[in-house]
């Protein structure tokens, strides 16, 4: 009688991954491999929480992400609108109550209203994430049937900026699995691709999610489907499944396939499911670090003189420290130096509007103002200070983003930077030592720039109001409402640069920060290459030993 092979406990696993994961810490502190840093915190975390399995909704702004999940769990729970709503990360699970809890960047909590959760997660009423709030967690019984997953609903990855820790991209290393959602009006991008790519990286599990399918006829949808197949077989070369919903019609149809075809299985497997998970995440993370240890072992067998020539021709001029350095900082200084021209050529279509607009006010309101020249003056001063104020920070409110032209083409070209220094480096390694470079978990964090503490100053800088009892208001006071009144452009425009100026500082402040974390990836990534290559000298047998049990123990964790 035949026995069928018993899949591996959980339990057995997790034990056997957390003994792998010290190894590897140890070994990357032994021999200074940086860049392995957040896949090994990413499976600590697994590993000490055995959280629900998390299904991140991942996808371009506007895609449907938000409107898929409140029609998946019946109730509109989380933001959606015509322009980008959802500002932080949201976790949906199942509890015996409706409940959510916020958590903020300062490690407090604090239950709130569900029905007010828009407070907390919208750009409306909370731009920018001024309220620094980390991440919401949300209780829901309608979730039952989903028991032991955790749905993740982030922001547009093509909309919004990462806000302080925790964002779109930030959550990658976290994803159980991923269900990316590209609408049915826009075809599948080159930056959908590329966060396959990286989901590849991290999760087993990847699913693509086509929403607002009632847009296309059943040709159409055909259509798609097999553009989307053929699509990732020519770029990716492997098959994803793919979903169809629409909110608006056949939803229960839709939302009954997506069920059996992915959730319930991940609910009713989940020890399985996140047995496999973890497996996976392991498993890339091995892989790193035996590339690393490959680097080393064939350094180490190098006599001294040969492996000095090694470090020379991997280490050559092109992926030196100051090369890099110089490059990273001609790109922040050309970027900075535009970051004033961009903002300023958008506010200037503003002038002309913004100028009628408080003329206009001030015309309504002037007539109601009482007194003699000294107090018309200063009831002038107050009333423009407070409607500067009052306009420049509407601007900057809801036109910020106009502002951030050079904030993106920096963190795009920074981001080039690195893929170019590093697929240099890796070719060097590759052609030097026939090892191929792992690759590396390298992304640029990029914090929204704070908004500027927004003030008008009063206006005059003349007093000709102090001789306010030598003028009779009944015969000059319509001059000088005509003087108000025409300074008003000056304002307009004196305030407006004001503010460019004001964003000009906070962004050039954050390009600068961009620019720094680049180099430290640059320079960790040669510090640990160097060390590889440099002092590992005698070491063979040792690095041979520790290869074998990685190795070994990586065989371990698949049976």
Same mark, same amino acid.
């Given at each position: 009688?035949?026995?069928?092979?018993?899949?591996?406990?959980?339990?057995?696993?997790?034990?056997?991954?957390?003994?792998?994961?010290?190894?590897?810490?140890?070994?990357?502190?032994?021999?200074?491999?940086?860049?392995?840093?957040?896949?090994?915190?990413?499976?600590?975390?697994?590993?000490?929480?055995?959280?629900?399995?998390?299904?991140?909704?991942?996808?371009?702004?506007?895609?449907?992400?938000?409107?898929?999940?409140?029609?998946?769990?019946?109730?509109?729970?989380?933001?959606?609108?015509?322009?980008?709503?959802?500002?932080?990360?949201?976790?949906?699970?199942?509890?015996?109550?409706?409940?959510?809890?916020?958590?903020?960047?300062?490690?407090?909590?604090?239950?709130?209203?569900?029905?007010?959760?828009?407070?907390?997660?919208?750009?409306?009423?909370?731009?920018?994430?001024?309220?620094?709030?980390?991440?919401?967690?949300?209780?829901?019984?309608?979730?039952?049937?989903?028991?032991?997953?955790?749905?993740?609903?982030?922001?547009?990855?093509?909309?919004? #900026?990462?806000?302080?820790?925790?964002?779109?991209?930030?959550?990658?290393?976290?994803?159980?699995?991923?269900?990316?959602?590209?609408?049915?009006?826009?075809?599948?991008?080159?930056?959908?691709?590329?966060?396959?790519?990286?989901?590849?990286?991290?999760?087993?599990?990847?699913?693509?999610?086509?929403?607002?399918?009632?847009?296309?006829?059943?040709?159409?949808?055909?259509?798609?489907?097999?553009?989307?197949?053929?699509?990732?077989?020519?770029?990716?070369?492997?098959?994803?499944?793919?979903?169809?919903?629409?909110?608006?019609?056949?939803?229960?149809?839709?939302?009954?396939?997506?069920?059996?075809?992915?959730?319930?299985?991940?609910?009713?497997?989940?020890?399985?499911?996140?047995?496999?998970?973890?497996?996976?995440?392991?498993?890339?993370?091995?892989?790193?670090?035996?590339?690393?240890?490959?680097?080393?072992?064939?350094?180490?067998?190098?006599?001294?003189?040969?492996?000095?020539?090694?470090?020379?021709?991997?280490?050559?001029?092109?992926?030196?420290?100051?090369?890099?350095?110089?490059?990273?900082?001609?790109?922040?200084?050309?970027?900075?130096?535009?970051?004033?021209?961009?903002?300023?050529?958008?506010?200037?279509?503003?002038?002309?509007?913004?100028?009628?607009?408080?003329?206009?006010?001030?015309?309504?309101?002037?007539?109601?103002?009482?007194?003699?020249?000294?107090?018309?003056?200063?009831?002038?001063?107050?009333?423009?200070?407070?409607?500067?104020?009052?306009?420049?920070?509407?601007?900057?409110?809801?036109?910020?983003?106009?502002?951030?032209?050079?904030?993106?083409?920096?963190?795009?070209? #920074?981001?080039?930077?690195?893929?170019?220094?590093?697929?240099?480096?890796?070719?060097?390694?590759?052609?030097?030592?026939?090892?191929?470079?792992?690759?590396?978990?390298?992304?640029?964090?990029?914090?929204?720039?704070?908004?500027?503490?927004?003030?008008?100053?009063?206006?005059?800088?003349?007093?000709?109001?102090?001789?306010?009892?030598?003028?009779?208001? #009944?015969? #000059?006071?319509?001059?000088?409402?005509?003087?108000?009144?025409?300074?008003?452009?000056?304002?307009?425009?004196?305030?407006?640069?004001?503010?460019?100026?004001?964003?000009?500082?906070?962004?050039?402040?954050?390009?600068?920060?961009?620019?720094?974390?680049?180099?430290?990836?640059?320079?960790?990534?040669?510090?640990?290459?160097?060390?590889?290559?440099?002092?590992?000298?005698?070491?063979?047998?040792?690095?041979?030993?520790?290869?074998?049990?990685?190795?070994?123990?990586?065989?371990?964790?698949?049976?």
């Amino acid at each position: 009688m035949e026995h069928t092979p018993q899949r591996p406990s959980l339990t057995r696993i997790q034990d056997a991954s957390g003994l792998l994961l010290d190894d590897v810490r140890g070994i990357c502190r032994q021999f200074q491999i940086i860049s392995l840093n957040r896949q090994i915190e990413a499976c600590k975390g697994l590993l000490a929480e055995n959280p629900p399995i998390d299904v991140a909704i991942l996808g371009q702004f506007k895609a449907g992400k938000s409107s898929f999940l409140n029609s998946l769990i019946g109730k509109l729970i989380l933001p959606v609108g015509v322009i980008p709503v959802t500002t932080v990360i949201s976790r949906l699970t199942y509890g015996d109550r409706e409940k959510a809890m916020v958590s903020f960047f300062d490690g407090t909590r604090s239950e709130v209203d569900i029905n007010r959760l828009d407070d907390y997660t919208s750009e409306a009423k909370n731009p920018s994430n001024q309220k620094n709030v980390e991440m919401v967690d949300i209780e829901l019984p309608s979730l039952k049937d989903y028991a032991g997953l955790r749905l993740v609903d982030t922001p547009g990855l093509g909309s919004v #900026f990462k806000y302080h820790m925790e964002t779109s991209e930030n959550w990658l290393p976290e994803v159980g699995a991923a269900l990316l959602a590209v609408s049915a009006d826009r075809p599948l991008s080159e930056n959908d691709l590329q966060l396959i790519r990286e989901l590849m990286q991290h999760t087993p599990k990847i699913v693509l999610l086509l929403t607002k399918v009632d847009l296309l006829s059943q040709e159409q949808q055909a259509e798609v489907i097999r553009f989307f197949e053929d699509t990732l077989k020519r770029e990716l070369n492997r098959e994803f499944p793919i979903f169809l919903y629409s909110t608006r019609a056949e939803t229960e149809k839709f939302r009954d396939r997506m069920e059996a075809g992915l959730l319930f299985q991940l609910s009713i497997n989940r020890d399985f499911e996140f047995r496999k998970i973890l497996q996976y995440k392991m498993q890339s993370l091995l892989k790193g670090c035996l590339s690393y240890l490959d680097i080393a072992l064939k350094s180490s067998l190098q006599a001294g003189r040969d492996r000095d020539g090694l470090r020379k021709q991997i280490l050559d001029e092109k992926v030196n420290d100051d090369l890099v350095r110089e490059e990273l900082f001609i790109i922040g200084r050309e970027n900075q130096r535009q970051t004033r021209i961009l903002i300023m050529s958008y506010l200037d279509q503003l002038q002309k509007p913004l100028r009628d607009k408080v003329k206009g006010r001030l015309l309504e309101e002037m007539p109601a103002w009482q007194g003699n020249l000294w107090r018309l003056t200063r009831q002038y001063e107050e009333w423009v200070a407070d409607t500067m104020t009052e306009e420049m920070r509407r601007i900057s409110k809801t036109e910020h983003r106009h502002f951030y032209g050079t904030h993106k083409k920096a963190h795009a070209s #920074f981001s080039r930077s690195l893929e170019a220094f590093r697929s240099l480096l890796g070719q060097n390694i590759e052609k030097v030592l026939g090892v191929r470079l792992a690759e590396a978990d390298w992304k640029i964090e990029v914090s929204e720039p704070e908004h500027p503490d927004i003030k008008a100053v009063r206006p005059f800088d003349y007093h000709f109001d102090l001789i306010w009892f030598l003028i009779p208001m #009944f015969i #000059f006071r319509r001059l000088f409402e005509k003087n108000f009144l025409s300074k008003i452009a000056h304002e307009v425009e004196a305030n407006l640069s004001r503010l460019a100026a004001q964003w000009e500082d906070r962004i050039n402040r954050s390009i600068e920060e961009m620019r720094k974390q680049a180099l430290k990836y640059v320079q960790d990534e040669l510090a640990t290459i160097d060390a590889l290559l440099s002092r590992t000298e005698g070491q063979s047998e040792e690095i041979r030993r520790l290869i074998l049990e990685l190795q070994e123990k990586s065989g371990q964790l698949k049976a």
